[in-house]
């Protein structure tokens, strides 16, 4: 391939060749270290080449970043037995413009809104986006606030990168996306920017959360334990919003995918009072945003804690009671799971009372005429057989029942 057919900013001002060790001077402008240092040193000029201004300090620095890009591109360029790359978008040179200059500007919010506006173009140009190292440049940007989160530049510039990477196509063909992102450090940034971001910023974060938990094998351990309870303070505070349903459905998923992966996140779950918020949630809750509701109390409930939780809250029993057969039969195989914890390990003369007054028991039994046989239907006669003397005590509880599961009075 001619080195010409390579983007401008990749070429030396001064031979106009591809460069290999790009170094940038005092005037802003990168040339290939050779030559600068050919034009400086060797014929003692004392201007830029570029601008002709007057060069008043003849240091040198290294432009990693866009060396880092120049590599990419030939490495994209290189023959190989692979399909053939995506050919580069027509925003290409634009887009390696303003990657090449973004670490260095000090606009960087500026910068990354029109990166922005570029990439919600289209797909074509997100995958150029991508195999040109965007995704490594902006991730620079976004682990700055760790160095200083109370730097409100730093943090705009983090909540505008977030709002870029969300728009890529984050998705498990894309493992360099993946590898950056999951790293402690992208992961820690983001965190930061769940609990004290714009309520558009912490969408961002949530949304690239869990594409990253849906797709990859990360350990949620180390991030639970630096962030604490905030971290779960935070998506619950989400999952409690009502303006933005997106935001909600999101953090939902996210939680299940990380209590049904790390059973020893659970506990710092509860104490963030995820039970009480869950429960709260569930009488005005309904189709799969329900379902979705009742499993994570149902992973809740698998700790001692989140029953205790559970049958301690006013409305524990009830907001659970009143989802069984009202939702769908996913809902109501979840309940009677959440109903069997409660009744086999947590079963104090409160929460069998309100088991009783809520509804529970009736539409338990109500369950035993299901046809055939299931787990739900099995988990129900065990409720009713550990529990059953003690319900039978009340009017409301059927005779023929009694016979059926050989309770005596």
Not at 189 to 215: C, H, P, W
Not at 301 to 307: D, N, Q, T
Not at 322 to 336: C, E, F, G, N, P
Not at 395 to 404: D, R
Request: with cysteine; charged share 25%; hydrophobic share 40%.
């Amino acid at each position: 391939m001619e080195e010409f057919d390579c983007p401008a900013d990749f070429r030396c001002p001064i031979s106009m060749e591809l460069m290999s060790d790009p170094v940038t001077i005092a005037t802003g402008v990168t040339y290939e270290r050779k030559n600068i240092e050919k034009w400086f040193f060797t014929y003692k000029k004392t201007t830029c080449p570029a601008t002709m201004q007057l060069v008043h300090s003849f240091d040198i620095t290294p432009n990693h970043t866009l060396r880092r890009l120049i590599l990419a591109w030939q490495e994209a360029q290189s023959p190989s037995s692979l399909p053939p790359p995506t050919p580069f978008s027509a925003k290409h040179d634009e887009l390696i413009s303003l990657l090449s200059s973004l670490e260095s500007s000090p606009f960087k919010v500026t910068a990354l809104k029109k990166l922005r506006s570029i990439v919600e173009i289209g797909e074509e140009i997100k995958s150029d986006f991508i195999q040109s190292g965007g995704v490594e440049i902006v991730a620079r940007i976004i682990v700055q606030i760790l160095i200083d989160f109370s730097d409100y530049i730093a943090f705009r510039a983090c909540e505008e990168a977030l709002g870029l990477l969300h728009n890529l196509p984050l998705s498990e063909d894309q493992n360099r996306a993946f590898k950056i992102l999951s790293k402690t450090e992208c992961m820690k940034s983001m965190a930061i920017v769940l609990q004290r971001g714009s309520n558009d910023s912490r969408l961002y974060a949530v949304t690239i959360f869990r594409e990253i938990a849906k797709s990859t094998d990360y350990d949620w351990n180390f991030l639970i334990q630096d962030q604490g309870i905030d971290f779960f303070k935070s998506l619950l505070e989400l999952v409690s919003d009502d303006i933005c349903s997106r935001a909600s459905s999101c953090s939902l998923k996210l939680l299940i995918e990380i209590l049904d992966s790390l059973k020893k996140s659970r506990l710092k779950a509860i104490e963030s009072g995820a039970v009480c918020v869950l429960i709260e949630l569930l009488p005005d809750s309904n189709g799969s945003k329900c379902e979705k509701i009742l499993r994570l109390i149902k992973l809740l409930c698998e700790c001692a804690e989140g029953r205790q939780a559970l049958a301690e809250h006013g409305l524990g029993i009830a907001a659970v009671s009143k989802k069984l057969m009202q939702v769908s039969y996913t809902a109501t195989k979840i309940v009677v799971k959440i109903m069997w914890l409660i009744g086999s390990f947590h079963p104090t003369e409160k929460v069998l009372e309100e088991m009783l007054m809520y509804g529970s028991v009736k539409k338990l039994l109500a369950l035993l005429h299901l046809e055939g046989r299931s787990s739900t239907k099995e988990k129900v006669i065990k409720i009713l057989k550990l529990h059953g003397n003690y319900w039978s005590k009340y009017p409301c509880f059927p005779q023929e029942m009694k016979n059926y599961l050989g309770f005596c009075n």
